[in-house]
């Protein structure tokens, strides 16, 4: 197939002639003249650009998402259902969410309000939404300048889950064909695979295709640096590479998998990772984003090798040859270097149960509690045995040295062997002092970022005191709260 087809607001669609490296955004906007859906920062921070599609892979039946339109390159609409704002009202009857922004004054200039009502919109359609964080976290991509959040706030909370319309009917309607993408425009080939065979004969004989899974980095590399690329290749239609589960041999992760599945699937077991995800990214990028793009990138201020460090998991790589397992800390080599031969890609993560004797959490420290890089971010791993002597310790961190996921060696050999206990942490937390020599920047100072790497080490101790594998506490920035 060399045309991308996919339906937009009910009506169908055959692209062709177009560069496959056109957004989302600008073929609404330029080509259709869809010009609700605003552009903002064209990074994926603002969400005026927000549109909605329908996720028929999603468990345990398809569901509405939120996303960033300037990050969705044109391909990717490929058997695909995208709604924009313009698509919500039926003639003069508003929908729903039209509605709530008109009666809780939740709009002053309008600029954001496109992007705020299809983050809405999809809260319409949600009946996941039961803990306090979750109402915040829905709207946490969504910037709005003037009229303030709790108008905002009032309406995803008056929404949320109540959706029993022409809408929640489309959700079961039968999906569109979904076959293998080949679509090519002066001199860029985008393959978009539904086979693994199909992937791995193509990463064999293009080796210099760029691999794309939600392209919420390769998407900002094109509209900030004009990143040119002969050949792409995107992961996001190979059924196999967006699995998630969890068995009696640990969690599993593909890597195409979805970093908001992921996120819903580790409230209660293998916590780190859905402490971690809450602030992470905003909720739009958590939907596109995926785990083997964010490790991928080996990015020395990633927030997702940490824990793969920390908990000691592995890599699946898979190539025509195929597939081979190394432990996390052989695939990231150093700064934006991993073990990736030519022709293989990441094909999943593999990480074991958390003993009971285990105490492990992430953290994320940085300027901002919602949408922002870390100045540091870290992961903390110890077992014990029944002398509360530590047998394990595996401590790694973000954003203090060239290389993702860093592991704080002195730290980790002065605990070794020792009580769990506060004097030895502070011992291993001196002891870490000459682990790292990070560098200053924008987001922090080398000291900022030793002191907070060994004060995040102090915190893990006196939090696990009760709770060996504690979940993020909700904890509101407003001084305000509302009773709902």
């Not at 991928?296 to 699946?316: C, E, I, Q, T, Y």
Request: glycine share 6%; with cysteine.
């Amino acid at each position: 197939m060399n045309k991308i087809r996919c339906m937009i607001n009910d009506v169908q669609y055959e692209i062709e002639g177009l560069p496959p490296t056109m957004s989302l955004l600008h073929y609404l906007r330029d080509v259709l003249h869809l010009t609700g859906t605003k552009e903002g920062c064209n990074e994926g921070d603002c969400g005026a650009c927000t549109v909605v599609f329908k996720d028929a892979s999603a468990k345990p039946e398809p569901r509405y998402r939120a996303v960033n339109s300037c990050l969705v390159l044109l391909p990717m609409l490929h058997g695909k259902k995208f709604y924009t704002i313009e698509g919500l009202a039926k003639g003069e009857k508003r929908h729903p969410v039209q509605d709530a922004i008109l009666e809780h004054y939740a709009s002053q200039c309008g600029y954001c309000t496109p992007g705020v009502a299809m983050s809405l919109f999809e809260a319409t359609y949600r009946h996941d939404m039961t803990q306090p964080w979750q109402f915040d976290e829905q709207m946490a991509g969504n910037l709005c300048r003037c009229t303030g959040y709790r108008p905002i706030k009032e309406c995803v909370h008056a929404l949320a889950g109540t959706g029993n319309d022409d809408f929640a009917d489309k959700l079961r309607e039968p999906e569109m064909a979904l076959d293998t993408l080949d679509y090519e425009y002066d001199g860029v080939r985008f393959y978009m695979p539904v086979t693994l065979d199909e992937a791995c004969d193509f990463k064999s004989s293009h080796s210099d295709a760029m691999i794309v899974s939600g392209s919420s980095d390769v998407s900002v590399l094109i509209n900030k640096h004009a990143r040119k690329c002969a050949n792409f290749m995107c992961l996001i239609n190979v059924p196999e590479l967006k699995e998630v589960t969890i068995d009696e041999t640990g969690l599993h992760i593909g890597s195409a998998a979805r970093l908001a599945n992921l996120e819903a699937m580790c409230q209660d077991k293998f916590v780190p990772f859905g402490r971690i995800l809450r602030f992470f990214a905003s909720h739009q990028i958590k939907q596109i984003a995926t785990v083997g793009g964010s490790v991928g990138g080996a990015s020395p201020v990633g927030d997702f090798a940490p824990v793969l460090m920390a908990l000691n998991a592995s890599v699946r790589l898979i190539s025509s040859r195929g597939i081979r397992s190394i432990p996390m800390s052989e695939f990231i080599l150093g700064y934006r270097k991993t073990s990736l031969e030519v022709d293989e890609f990441i094909y999943a993560f593999d990480v074991p149960p958390i003993p009971d004797n285990a105490r492990c959490a992430s953290y994320k420290i940085s300027k901002r509690l919602e949408l922002d890089i870390s100045s540091v971010s870290g992961t903390c791993y110890v077992e014990t045995d029944d002398k509360n002597i530590v047998t394990v310790a595996r401590l790694s961190f973000g954003g203090v040295a060239a290389v993702a996921g860093a592991r704080a060696k002195l730290a980790e050999a002065a605990l070794i062997g020792k009580e769990w206990n506060e004097a030895n942490v502070e011992a291993a937390a001196k002891a870490m002092e000459g682990d790292f020599t990070p560098i200053s920047d924008m987001r922090a100072s080398a000291w900022y970022r030793k002191t907070v790497a060994c004060n995040i080490l102090r915190g893990f101790y006196l939090e696990t005191l009760e709770n060996h594998v504690p979940a993020r506490l909700y904890r509101p920035t407003s001084t305000l709260q509302l009773e709902q």
